[in-house]
């Protein structure tokens, strides 16, 4: 009879099968994440005027260009033109690209070299206003 009660005690402390011991384990793990304390905010501290920082704008890109158009109120067509090397065969390549500046007081006209200065947006194709005119044309 001993050997009898032997097998049942083991029975009744293993689950029947897999599945059911899987569900227990999961149930065990949970309370323990769960039991770890909230993540709280840390205060932050005042900053001492050491460490502050003056805040400053970004470099803004200046091109120098010559205008092409002058038809818009306000608004003129700058051609900028870059030199490139191709990256494969080393040969240096001319690259020319049209931007419109913002002319508050229409004085450019077409054929004046120009600096512009890129900024804000101005419209939906307008992120260049005009500095200054470096040449009028003859």
Do not use: F
């Not at 419109?100 to 194709?125: F, M, Q």
Request: proline content about 7%.
């Amino acid at each position: 009879m001993a050997e009898e009660t032997k097998p049942a005690a083991k029975a009744a402390a293993k689950p029947a099968t897999k599945a059911a011991a899987k569900p227990a384990a999961k149930a065990a793990a949970k309370p323990a994440a769960k039991a770890a304390a909230p993540k709280v905010a840390k205060p932050k501290k005042a900053k001492t005027p050491k460490e502050i920082k003056e805040v400053t704008r970004g470099y803004r890109k200046s091109r120098q260009g010559y205008v092409v158009s002058d038809k818009m109120d306000k608004t003129i067509v700058v051609l900028l033109e870059d030199r490139k090397k191709h990256p494969l065969y080393g040969k240096v390549l001319r690259v020319s690209k049209k931007v419109k500046a913002h002319d508050e007081t229409n004085s450019a006209g077409i054929g004046d070299l120009v600096v512009i200065d890129e900024t804000r947006p101005i419209s939906a194709t307008k992120n260049w206003r005009l500095v200054e005119i470096l040449e009028k044309a003859k």
